[in-house]
């Protein structure tokens, strides 16, 4: 039993780590041919990148996939800590798994992901979860052939979370859930350590992938007929810091770029690290989406330095300007946080007029949520839950309006769209314009899904827009 130390995780070192290929014994695969499994995937695009894997390698031991938990031989939730909400997902579902070992006490039910990364989740698990047969991490995910050999064969509890980022590993086996759109991993961990979040301690150290392993990716997404991909990292923005001395994010950008696919996207992007060469890559090439992800978090830099922003309300405005000029017609997102410790009305307020300032095309608001072991655990919070909510309110009814202004300028224009899916029931189409807006349309002339299309916009609404393919 191997469980994670919170202590630890939060220690860096300049270990060099070695990048090392994933293989399968041939004695493993297909061993497991008969049997299913059930995976489910909470939060962030990471996590549904490691599913695709971890899916991947299930099937290389035989298992085939089973979308009826009640049905599955093998059932596994691949978890995420970001938020309480999310942890109450998984203890949700692991409450429905356990009626189901009462009747089926053969099948094997595992955890793994950011959850299993924390002391307190482990020790949960150890003492109330006694039918959970398999925990481990995020950073032994390549280990899972021999971790669902060894919960298959024996009684005992498997519990194997390391602390420590291991070797990084390619070659990893994967089964995309889209044939035309792809994430691409190019980093992994975050080292800024915001006071208020857990990924540096689930995630480990910033490590780049290769740029030679990751464009590979990009030609192989290309020949298979890939359409869009997106560019993946907790922080993608510090690529190559570690690895290379004059190769960088803007560097990786514009040689994606030339590899021809047609359209990349990038997340998540922190301020921070935000340079000016990413910013005239993306201003350049064609291909690269005018959209950009950019978390503020705050409007006040008092709460932007308690939550270890390295930036200030003034040179994230800055940066913010500079992007609108240089990348025609962009759209900006971002994320933001309300009711952290020490948050006055007077403080969200310059959240409120930071938003009626950068008028966002799109904006993931959450409400603080305490995460045990961050330095924001310890800040005193004097800011009622209802106020909270009631900030979270306003905040949203701010956002909303200029989601709603932003699209009403769009009616009458033609946009170019990836058709994702369509209804044949509503015979309506659906897919993201470039700018990343949810566009639903219909189609006089034959189209299929993956196709590139010119949509004239016919409405706006909050949240998506309506439109009909040009003849
Ligand atoms: N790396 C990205 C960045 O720096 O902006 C963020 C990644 S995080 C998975 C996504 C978002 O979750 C954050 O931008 C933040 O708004 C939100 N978040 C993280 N920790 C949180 C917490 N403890 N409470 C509420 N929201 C949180
Ligand atoms: Fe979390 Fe993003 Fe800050 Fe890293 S940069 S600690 S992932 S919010």
């Given at each position: 039993?191997?469980?994670?130390?919170?202590?630890?995780?939060?220690?860096?070192?300049?270990?060099?780590?070695?990048?090392?290929?994933?293989?399968?014994?041939?004695?493993?695969?297909?061993?497991?041919?008969?049997?299913?499994?059930?995976?489910?995937?909470?939060?962030?695009?990471?996590?549904?990148?490691?599913?695709?894997?971890?899916?991947?390698?299930?099937?290389?031991?035989?298992?085939?996939?089973?979308?009826?938990?009640?049905?599955?031989?093998?059932?596994?939730?691949?978890?995420?800590?970001?938020?309480?909400?999310?942890?109450?997902?998984?203890?949700?579902?692991?409450?429905?798994?356990?009626?189901?070992?009462?009747?089926?006490?053969?099948?094997?039910?595992?955890?793994?992901?950011?959850?299993?990364?924390?002391?307190?989740?482990?020790?949960?698990?150890?003492?109330?979860?006694?039918?959970?047969?398999?925990?481990?991490?995020?950073?032994?995910?390549?280990?899972?052939?021999?971790?669902?050999?060894?919960?298959?064969?024996?009684?005992?509890?498997?519990?194997?979370?390391?602390?420590?980022?291991?070797?990084?590993?390619?070659?990893?086996?994967?089964?995309?859930?889209?044939?035309?759109?792809?994430?691409?991993?190019?980093?992994?961990?975050?080292?800024?350590?915001?006071?208020?979040?857990?990924?540096?301690?689930?995630?480990?150290?910033?490590?780049?992938?290769?740029?030679e392993d990751i464009l590979k990716e990009v030609?192989?997404?290309?020949?298979?007929?890939?359409?869009?991909?997106?560019?993946?990292?907790?922080?993608?923005?510090?690529?190559?810091?570690?690895?290379?001395?004059?190769?960088?994010?803007?560097?990786?950008?514009?040689?994606?770029?030339?590899?021809?696919?047609?359209?990349?996207?990038?997340?998540?992007?922190?301020?921070?690290?935000?340079?000016?060469?990413?910013?005239?890559?993306?201003?350049?090439?064609?291909?690269?989406?005018?959209?950009?992800?950019?978390?503020?978090?705050?409007?006040?830099?008092?709460?932007?330095?308690?939550?270890?922003?390295?930036?200030?309300?003034?040179?994230?405005?800055?940066?913010?300007?500079?992007?609108?000029?240089?990348?025609?017609?962009?759209?900006?997102?971002?994320?933001?946080?309300?009711?952290?410790?020490?948050?006055?009305?007077?403080?969200?307020?310059?959240?409120?007029?930071?938003?009626?300032?950068?008028?966002?095309?799109?904006?993931?608001?959450?409400?603080?949520?305490?995460?045990?072991?961050?330095?924001?655990?310890?800040l005193k919070d004097n800011t009622t839950l209802?106020?909270?909510?009631?900030?979270?309110?306003?905040?949203?009814?701010?956002?909303?309006?200029?989601?709603?202004?932003?699209?009403?300028?769009?009616?009458?224009?033609?946009?170019?769209?990836?058709?994702?899916?369509?209804?044949?029931?509503?015979?309506?189409?659906?897919?993201?314009?470039?700018?990343?807006?949810?566009?639903?349309?219909?189609?006089?002339?034959?189209?299929?899904?993956?196709?590139?299309?010119?949509?004239?916009?016919?409405?706006?609404?909050?949240?998506?827009?309506?439109?009909?393919?040009?003849?």
């Amino acid at each position: 039993m191997l469980l994670p130390d919170r202590k630890e995780e939060a220690t860096r070192d300049k270990r060099k780590y070695k990048t090392v290929k994933y293989s399968i014994d041939s004695k493993s695969k297909n061993k497991y041919k008969g049997k299913t499994f059930y995976l489910k995937t909470y939060g962030c695009q990471m996590n549904e990148r490691d599913s695709e894997t971890l899916a991947a390698m299930l099937k290389q031991l035989g298992f085939k996939e089973e979308k009826d938990y009640r049905k599955a031989d093998f059932l596994l939730l691949n978890t995420c800590s970001i938020r309480e909400n999310a942890h109450n997902k998984a203890f949700g579902m692991l409450g429905r798994f356990k009626h189901l070992k009462q009747t089926r006490p053969e099948i094997v039910i595992g955890l793994c992901g950011c959850m299993a990364q924390e002391t307190s989740v482990c020790e949960e698990l150890l003492k109330n979860y006694k039918f959970v047969n398999l925990v481990f991490g995020t950073h032994n995910l390549d280990k899972l052939p021999i971790l669902v050999d060894k919960a298959f064969s024996s009684d005992e509890r498997q519990i194997e979370v390391y602390s420590r980022e291991q070797d990084l590993v390619e070659d990893l086996p994967v089964i995309r859930s889209n044939k035309y759109k792809a994430y691409v991993n190019i980093i992994y961990g975050c080292d800024k350590f915001c006071t208020y979040c857990i990924v540096p301690y689930t995630r480990g150290r910033e490590r780049s992938r290769k740029k030679e392993d990751i464009l590979k990716e990009v030609d192989t997404l290309v020949k298979d007929g890939y359409k869009e991909i997106t560019v993946l990292g907790q922080n993608v923005n510090a690529y190559g810091k570690d690895l290379y001395d004059d190769y960088f994010m803007g560097e990786l950008l514009e040689d994606i770029a030339k590899t021809g696919i047609p359209r990349i996207r990038f997340m998540t992007s922190h301020p921070w690290d935000f340079t000016d060469k990413m910013i005239e890559v993306i201003g350049k090439y064609d291909n690269i989406m005018p959209s950009v992800h950019l978390p503020v978090q705050s409007g006040s830099s008092k709460i932007l330095k308690l939550m270890g922003r390295r930036y200030t309300r003034e040179s994230y405005l800055e940066l913010f300007d500079k992007i609108k000029k240089i990348v025609k017609n962009v759209t900006i997102s971002t994320d933001i946080i309300v009711g952290f410790p020490g948050e006055t009305e007077e403080d969200f307020e310059e959240t409120l007029s930071l938003c009626e300032y950068c008028k966002y095309d799109n904006a993931f608001t959450f409400i603080f949520s305490v995460r045990r072991g961050t330095p924001a655990e310890k800040l005193k919070d004097n800011t009622t839950l209802k106020e909270k909510e009631g900030r979270l309110y306003r905040l949203n009814e701010v956002v909303n309006k200029y989601f709603l202004e932003n699209n009403k300028k769009l009616e009458g224009k033609v946009v170019k769209v990836l058709v994702e899916g369509n209804s044949t029931k509503s015979n309506m189409y659906y897919g993201y314009s470039e700018t990343n807006k949810l566009i639903n349309f219909t189609s006089k002339k034959d189209i299929t899904v993956g196709d590139i299309v010119d949509v004239k916009i016919t409405s706006a609404k909050t949240w998506s827009l309506d439109g009909e393919v040009v003849e």
